[in-house]
């Protein structure tokens, strides 16, 4: 976008407006995260955020897919970040990185590695050593891939930010600083800046720093208040919250394209640049769903539909349009080109099915292919298991077995253990009831020795972002076995943490089982020679795997996995990509399939499933994310 041959100065944001290589520019920007869509779509979303208007494509990273074992990289495949900015750099757009190392972004921890709370005494997000040094390997791995991308040395990369978001955590004062003199030290050469909400600009800048903006309401006092603190630098919306996200047993969040128009059309007339969070969500493929702490631990949904300009499956929407209208009206002269590019269509979509469940594997049976459990005294969380090259269980589920040494002196006696997140509580293969994070004790009656006793615990999402009613980022309360819960950033262990009581006796002695569900136990567990064929659905112990073998026979369309009739809970995998968490309760019923997770021709899907099966599984050309509900401010 420089002229060739000129000098490349790189962004200033001095004066009124920012300027590139000296001339004036506005920043017309939109948020799409690589790591949650196909690589296969990453032009395509691309060219849809060019034709719109706009001339800047902004990205978070995920440090704890990137590093996940303290020292084991991976940038290949979607999370091949070099590809993505070579990408943008093709189709001629500038880039704002946003490398964290927190990203909040209702991903699992706000993109923090499981494996730094193996450490005790772990401090995230301040210059606690251990900290600093985890964040430091991880820049050194990450900033000479993306050095040359940047603006000064020829690339797309026009300004990076330090952190994210510090003002409404802001734990340790010389945290920012540190994080950037890292990113500096490490070649980083563009327009620093950092962002925050209005609660947050007092405490998340650095001197010299720019200072960005992120709300949804109420633009004029936002930005006038960023004026004020920032008089002689321009001003720059880093997150626009084009719609909101959702949680699971809520309403799916929307903005009405009018709010919106009203929004967007106040922020430009400001004036002011701006970033559309989300311009594309996309998809918490895996299990990589976040959760916040508002009044109450609430993981977010498999979908991150975000009600964006552009769908979770890529495709324009009213606000698309809407957007592309305000842009060739109210953008600086010369922001917007008199002729956009076309705007491509949308993916093509398709339904498939019904398909029949034809065999499952009892849960019993699904543990031999993990093999030997891990033996201990005490139960422990999943990041403190020996496993992954010491490095813990991230993600997924985990089984803690205790058998009865003894019959209890009382008929009923009372089950207490701290959960994180999701339980369900077995004797003898039968279930008993469910705790949670909320509900840490539950009845049991008639146990007697040697009776098995089973607490199968699901990490339903490490918590991004913590607020309590007075808004302080923390929040303390007395768990059901008296340990005292802290920041909220430091209490993401899952599974069992504490010990487990039986009235007042604490039970010792356990096999632990990992469920990760990663590739190699998926391939082994499909070639189990325990699976059953499946008859009555209403008839299969719970909880089960399920495998359904179908065929496309033409070249695959998007489409959706629709959960909602007749099953229960679980994890839908396709041919061994992890598509995400499906529950009854909503508000999401479909689950997005990119054509390429498909094949033409034979293909396999396996489902967990905690609670209720079915016989068969369909899918539909058209995505339900549930009951909506209008969002005009932050929904806290």
């Not at 991150?304 to 890529?314: F, I, Q, T, V």
């Not at 396999?604 to 339900?624: A, C, G, M, N």
Request: net charge negative.
């Amino acid at each position: 976008m420089a002229t060739e041959g000129m000098e490349r100065t790189g962004l200033v944001a001095e004066g009124e407006n920012f300027t590139l290589d000296g001339k004036p520019v506005q920043l017309l920007s939109g948020a799409i995260h690589y790591f949650r869509v196909p690589r296969e779509y990453w032009r395509d979303r691309m060219l849809k955020l060019k034709a719109c208007g706009l001339n800047t494509l902004e990205t978070y990273v995920c440090w704890n897919l990137h590093e996940p074992e303290k020292g084991k990289f991976d940038f290949t495949g979607m999370l091949d970040i070099a590809a993505y900015l070579q990408e943008a750099a093709n189709l001629g757009l500038w880039v704002i990185f946003r490398p964290g190392p927190y990203i909040c972004a209702e991903w699992d921890y706000g993109g923090l590695p499981s494996w730094l709370l193996r450490d005790p005494d772990m401090q995230v997000r301040t210059t606690y050593q251990p900290y600093m040094d985890a964040v430091e390997r991880f820049f050194d791995a990450l900033l000479p891939i993306v050095k040359p991308f940047q603006y000064k040395e020829g690339g797309p990369i026009i300004a990076v930010q330090v952190e994210n978001e510090y003002g409404s955590y802001a734990r340790d004062d010389k945290y920012l600083s540190a994080v950037k003199q890292a990113v500096e030290s490490r070649g980083v050469c563009e327009l620093l800046f950092t962002s925050d909400n209005d609660w947050g600009f007092n405490k998340g800048h650095i001197p010299g720093v720019l200072m960005t903006a992120n709300f949804n309401f109420n633009p004029k006092k936002q930005l006038g208040a960023l004026k004020k603190m920032q008089p002689n630098r321009p001003l720059m919306v880093m997150e626009f919250w084009s719609g909101w996200f959702d949680h699971w047993g809520r309403d799916h969040h929307k903005l009405h394209v009018d709010k919106f128009e009203q929004l967007l059309g106040d922020i430009l007339r400001f004036p002011s640049s701006v970033n559309f969070y989300m311009f594309h969500g996309g998809t918490n493929f895996g299990f990589m769903n976040g959760a916040n702490y508002i009044n109450g631990y609430k993981p977010d949904v498999t979908s991150y539909d975000y009600d964006a300009p552009l769908s979770e499956a890529g495709d324009p929407t009213p606000k698309y349009y809407k957007t592309r209208e305000l842009l060739k009206t109210l953008a600086m002269k010369g922001a917007v080109a008199n002729e956009l590019p076309e705007v491509p269509p949308a993916t093509e979509k398709s339904s498939y099915g019904p398909f029949p469940v034809e065999k499952y594997i009892t849960f019993e049976d699904a543990l031999k292919v993990l093999g030997e459990p891990i033996k201990s005294e005490t139960v422990m969380s999943m990041e403190m298991l020996p496993i992954n090259n010491d490095n813990g269980q991230s993600y997924g589920y985990i089984l803690y077995r205790h058998k009865l040494s003894e019959t209890p002196a009382v008929e009923s006696v009372t089950l207490k253990c701290d959960v994180r997140d999701r339980a369900q509580i077995f004797v003898n293969g039968n279930e008993s009831g469910m705790l949670n994070w909320r509900v840490g004790e539950i009845a049991l009656s008639g146990l007697k020795e040697n009776d098995i006793l089973d607490i199968l615990v699901e990490n339903q999402g490490r918590v991004n972002f913590a607020q309590t009613m007075d808004g302080v980022k923390k929040f303390v309360l007395e768990s059901v076995t008296g340990v005292m819960r802290g920041d909220a950033l430091l209490d993401q262990r899952k599974g069992l943490v504490g010990e487990v009581l039986l009235n007042t006796t604490s039970l010792k002695t356990w096999e632990i089982f990992p469920l990760e569900l990663k590739p190699e136990f998926q391939t082994r567990l499909v070639e189990s020679s325990d699976w059953q064929e499946l008859t009555d659905a209403a008839q299969v112990p719970f909880p089960a795997f399920h495998l359904v073998n179908f065929t496309v026979p033409e070249e695959p369309k998007d489409t959706f996995l629709d959960m909602k009739k007749g099953w229960g809970k679980g994890v839908a995998i396709l041919n061994g990509f992890n598509l995400g968490r499906y529950w009854h309760i909503g508000p999401q019923e479909t689950l997005y399939v990119p054509a390429p997770m498909l094949k033409q021709g034979d293909n396999q899907l396996l489902l967990f499933e905690q609670h209720i099966p079915h016989k068969e599984v369909v899918f539909t050309d058209t995505p339900r994310l549930g009951k909506e509900k209008e969002v005009s401010c932050v929904p806290l």
